[in-house]
């Protein structure tokens, strides 16, 4: 794990979210202190503190630990196979997500 892009990501997302550190530190019952050495690569969060955290900011446990958002894969159906075309998501705390699918309608996609 690296420290400094883990706290580079954390301000980044707190900034997206216009919170302050304090705000932030309330919010996941830390201090704001703690937050500034996060974001100062000095530190990381605890784990305890990792799934708030995540909830906070809208990312996942994965990205806060890899200090980046996580690309998803489009499936290439000629091809067979996933790609990444630099698709990421973000669903706010607000938002609706839908997710349809019509992979039974295909006799090869679908098993017997």
């Avoid at 919170?19 to 000095?42: F, H, P």
């Amino acid at each position: 794990m690296n420290a400094q892009k883990i706290g580079e990501f954390i301000k980044e997302q707190r900034k997206l979210k216009s919170l302050t550190q304090k705000e932030l530190a309330d919010i996941i019952n830390c201090t704001d202190k703690a937050v500034s050495r996060w974001e100062t690569g000095r530190g990381i969060p605890e784990v305890s503190l990792l799934l708030p955290l995540s909830k906070a900011l809208d990312v996942t446990v994965n990205e806060l630990l890899s200090g980046e958002r996580i690309e998803l894969p489009i499936y290439n159906f000629k091809q067979g196979k996933s790609e990444y075309r630099g698709n990421y998501l973000q669903i706010g705390s607000n938002d609706i997500l839908v997710i349809e699918g019509i992979h039974c309608l295909n006799d090869r996609l679908t098993y017997k």
